[in-house]
């Protein structure tokens, strides 16, 4: 069993599309569809063309986890679209820990200091991983102005990677 991560685009679309939905309806019963999530469909322009960047975890040619990152100002991004296939969860595989590195590390060469992302309070066991990763709750009211807001999001973290 190999594992490669990737920066990924709109080539993987339907495959991304495919992992996040499942995850998000059936597994979560998140009420998400395909409209509410239209980045999805242009993963270059959306993550990429503004200094973002999109993330794929493949074992053996097979997509079972992603990333992303929304650089919204000149030195702030928000993870997005942060899902593992549930068989590839834990600590055996880390592929969430893999991705994350690997999104902190692009931050880190491309200056963006504050790291912050929404989440939706069901998913306890996300909430607990960006914890282990010196993430900390921040109040919805206390985000940037242009941090971008996702409708189902009810949680909200910050990590400042210029903090040791």
């Known amino acids: 069993m190999t594992l490669e991560i990737q920066p990924i685009g709109n080539t993987y679309s339907e495959q991304v599309i495919d992992l996040i939905l499942n995850i998000q309806q ?71 820990q893999k991705l994350l590195d690997i999104l902190i590390s692009y931050c880190l060469e491309n200056k963006i200091d504050k790291i912050m992302l929404g989440t939706v309070s069901v998913l306890n066991a996300a909430m607990r991983f960006y914890e282990r990763n010196q993430f900390t709750v921040i109040a919805k009211e206390d985000l940037p102005a242009k941090f971008p807001l996702m409708n189902a999001d009810n949680i909200f973290y910050i990590r400042n990677l210029n903090e040791v």
């Open 26 to 96: 059936k597994e979560f019963n998140i009420p998400i569809t395909i409209e509410d999530q239209p980045d999805l469909l242009k993963i270059e322009s959306f993550y990429r063309e503004r200094g973002g960047n999109f993330w794929g975890a493949f074992i053996d040619g097979e997509l079972v986890g992603t990333i992303a990152l929304v650089k919204f100002d000149d030195n702030a991004g928000a993870i997005r679209k942060m899902f593992v296939k549930k068989e590839f969860r834990g600590k055996e595989h880390q592929i969430a």
